[in-house]
């Protein structure tokens, strides 16, 4: 292993929050950029501390983050030939420490590191012991250690510091998972939460594949969580992880176990159950254990789940571990619902009387985000429980604006991973699963059918020749949004905007009868082209944003990987964050200030030509849009926009891959100065390119030296340009869910075409 930490081309990038290719450039451009260290002719890895004065020096990053800091010592302690997450064991301990017993740490720190190297690890042993009980020894704790390990530890205290040590360990398990997203794909919170909350509070819960432990940390400290992971390592980090997210005063051993094992092959609980059981299995596994697992007592009745249902073999292994009333819910693909292959195993959950519920999900609820993944209720049967009915749920609707609810949203078009509306998901699943199972359990009249939404089946219904449990497929679809009172309403709305579109004279400015106008961004190649409205100038030159910067009229702030977010209503309400789709969209802030992680990297671009991290003062963590502003995506892709006063972006941070440019009103117009940033020529000069991308270098962007009353000519012309962009977007959006609708209202019998058509 190297004796001090390297970085990569790439982590390089993360830390001065530019692309790859930026740092490509900066190499071939400037002699004094550090010499490799190791790595290879095609990746490369240069000195951190090399690297972090270079940037330091070239005015590209004021200090280098703390996160930063400790992920890179984590670096450096991997041994190449062991697990990369096992320096990450001794880091936990070391929080878990000044989580549990903060008072200890800071006697231990004085210490010189002669007596530190022996003291800390019995420290960490003793605390360790004491809250994970045997699941002490899975962590391998060494019983002496290094300068750079306890250069870790000072570190760590400090990152404590400021985010406390339950949030310090959730930053870095969420650098990890980013490290490795092939290998590891943790359940979001959110839907972490939702099996939670279906599950209810039980007095013990299992997750046989339970990763980093995130469906167990859904559930209150206080029940005793267990958990299995085929990698000892892995589960480790998770045992870690929920006692530094326990109550540091809540006595040791605490009630949570994750043992190491494959729980198919080699089952870590045999024949314990529990009151719930929480699972997202790994999906289409065909070594799964077929063959040696034939006459497994898992199986009801002797049916083996197929070679190529792994999925049905994890449903089966779940519900065997669920004592009699107790529930299991498992996230799994939607094909689980329909392959022929697992059919009779679906019919056999069907006759049982196991399976309670199919809940289809929106794409973007878990990974893998692109798939609408279901939620499978079970409840393992009671003698004499003689219940047979399912509840066929589709909440996929959730990823999108309910047109009824919100025609305005509708016309935006909302859809995607980051857009899962979690408020309206919880309360749609939970409503009817909460309804529909106190039914089951009292004995009272079952739910009404909701069209659209859910619908209540009897189990024999569902078994013919496919027992495709498949929501959509049972689920009565819903009336024409709004009826005739909403469709009207929306075809006034239409009317309206294009009304606006049928006279360009409204919206766009007339061009000048002789076809002249002022030269744009590019002037060299542009000079004469026409700007409608407006008379000749001459352009006699151009000035870049950079030097507008060092001049002192315009600040510019990048925001790199941008604030931390989360979905807007997946919690309590918080700062709002724009994202870079929010912007190119033209919708509001779809996400909030995630105040429990931290701000990442941040290159801020301010009077000064400085750059910092998020947290200093003027960084573009600390930025907040304000009227005046304009924003710009990284990407580029000619969108610029002026945030006029009352907008809903005023107060929001930035999120990822974000330029705000500050225009100094007295001396530099944002109409004319979104104008220019739009236009073909200065953003095709000032794009940089890397393998599948261009990235706009804000910097290099060129504007024409005009003076303010032609700018502001120039500005009142573009922004009526962006106003008619604007319009015939909102009307192609509403245009679309109009036909949508009434295309449903003709489908279903709910509206008759007109007479003589």
Request: glycine letters at 12%.
């Amino acid at each position: 292993m190297p004796d001090r930490p390297e970085v990569t081309a790439v982590e390089i990038a993360r830390l001065a929050g530019v692309g790859r290719a930026a740092v490509s450039n900066w190499r071939r451009r400037h002699a004094d950029f550090p010499r490799p260290v190791g790595g290879t002719d095609s990746s490369p890895t240069f000195a951190l501390d090399e690297v972090a004065d270079w940037l330091r020096g070239q005015g590209k990053i004021a200090e280098l983050p703390l996160l930063e800091r400790v992920w890179q010592l984590l670096e450096t302690l991997r041994d190449p030939a062991g697990h990369p997450a096992a320096p990450l064991l001794q880091a936990g301990a070391v929080l878990l420490l000044l989580h549990r017993e903060p008072g200890r740490w800071p006697a231990l720190a004085a210490e010189p590191d002669t007596r530190l190297a022996t003291a800390l690890p019995r420290a960490l042993a003793d605390v360790a012991g004491r809250t994970l009980g045997d699941g002490a020894a899975a962590l391998r704790l060494p019983g002496l250690l290094g300068s750079t390990q306890l250069d870790l530890a000072r570190l760590l205290a400090e990152l404590a510091s400021a985010a406390g040590a339950p949030g310090a360990y959730e930053q870095l398990l969420t650098r990890y998972a980013e490290a490795n997203s092939r290998q590891l794909s943790p359940t979001p919170p959110e839907a972490a939460e939702l099996l939670a909350a279906v599950a209810g509070v039980p007095a013990t819960v299992l997750d046989p594949a339970s990763g980093l432990g995130a469906l167990l940390l859904a559930l209150p400290s206080t029940t005793g969580r267990y958990g299995q992971d085929a990698d000892q390592v892995t589960g480790a980090l998770a045992a870690l992880r929920l006692a530094l997210h326990a109550p540091a005063a809540e006595p040791g051993p605490l009630p949570a176990e994750i043992r190491a094992g494959d729980a198919l092959r080699a089952d870590g609980y045999p024949g314990d159950t529990f009151e719930a059981v929480l699972c997202q299995p790994p999906y289409n596994e065909r070594d799964w254990g077929h063959d040696e697992l034939q006459f497994d007592t898992r199986w009801p009745g002797g049916l083996v789940p197929p070679r190529g249902e792994s999925e049905l073999a994890w449903v089966l292994h779940c519900l065997a571990h669920t004592r009699p009333g107790g529930l299991a819910a498992l996230l799994l693909p939607p094909t689980v619902a329909g392959r022929r292959a697992g059919r009779r195993v679906r019919a056999e959950l069907l006759r049982s009387g196991a399976l309670r519920a199919v809940v289809a999900l929106p794409a973007g609820a878990a990974p893998p985000y692109g798939v609408p993944l279901h939620l499978w209720v079970l409840r393992a049967p009671r003698p004499g429980d003689d219940f047979r009915q399912v509840l066929m749920l589709d909440a996929s609707s959730a990823s999108s604006a309910s047109l009824a609810a919100s025609p305005a949203a509708a016309e935006t078009g909302e859809g995607g991973r980051d857009r899962v509306r979690w408020a309206e998901l919880r309360r749609t699943v939970l409503d009817a699963w909460r309804a529909f199972d106190l039914a089951a359990r009292e004995g009272l009249p079952l739910p009404e059918d909701r069209p659209g939404v859910h619908r209540t089946m009897a189990a024999i219904d569902l078994l013919d020749d496919e027992t495709d449990l498949s929501p959509a497929r049972h689920v009565p679809p819903a009336s024409p949004v709004g009826g005739a009172a909403e469709l009207a309403h929306l075809t006034g709305r239409l009317r309206e905007l294009l009304g606006g579109l049928a006279d360009p004279a409204a919206l766009l400015p007339e061009p000048g009868a002789d076809g002249s106008g002022v030269a744009g961004a590019g002037a060299a190649d542009a000079a004469g082209a026409a700007a409608p409205g407006l008379s000749a100038v001459s352009v006699v030159s151009v000035v870049s944003v950079g030097e507008l910067v060092r001049g002192g009229v315009l600040e510019v702030y990048s925001s790199g990987s941008g604030a931390p977010a989360r979905p807007a209503g997946a919690g309590p309400a918080g700062t709002p964050v724009l994202t870079d789709q929010d912007l190119i969209a033209g919708n509001p802030p779809s996400a909030v200030l995630d105040t429990a992680r931290p701000t990442g990297t941040t290159g801020t671009t301010g009077t000064t030509g400085t750059t910092g991290p998020a947290g200093a003062t003027g960084a573009a963590g600390d930025v907040r849009i304000r009227p005046g502003d304009v924003l710009v995506p990284a990407l580029g892709g000619g969108v610029a926009r002026v945030v006029p006063p009352g907008s809903p972006l005023t107060g929001a941070a930035l999120g990822r891959q974000l330029h705000l440019l500050r225009p100094d009103p007295a001396a530099l117009d944002p109409d004319f100065l979104a104008g220019q940033l739009r236009s073909t020529a200065s953003t095709r000069r000032a794009a940089s390119h890397a393998s599948t991308t261009a990235r706009l270098d804000i910097r290099r962007v060129e504007l024409p030296r005009l003076p303010l009353a032609e700018q502001r000519a120039l500005g009142a012309a573009f922004a009526g340009l962006a106003t008619f962009d604007t319009t015939l977007q909102q009307a192609a959006a509403l245009a679309r869910t109009l036909t949508q609708a009434l295309t449903d209202a003709l489908a279903t019998g709910t509206l008759q075409p007109p007479k003589g058509s």
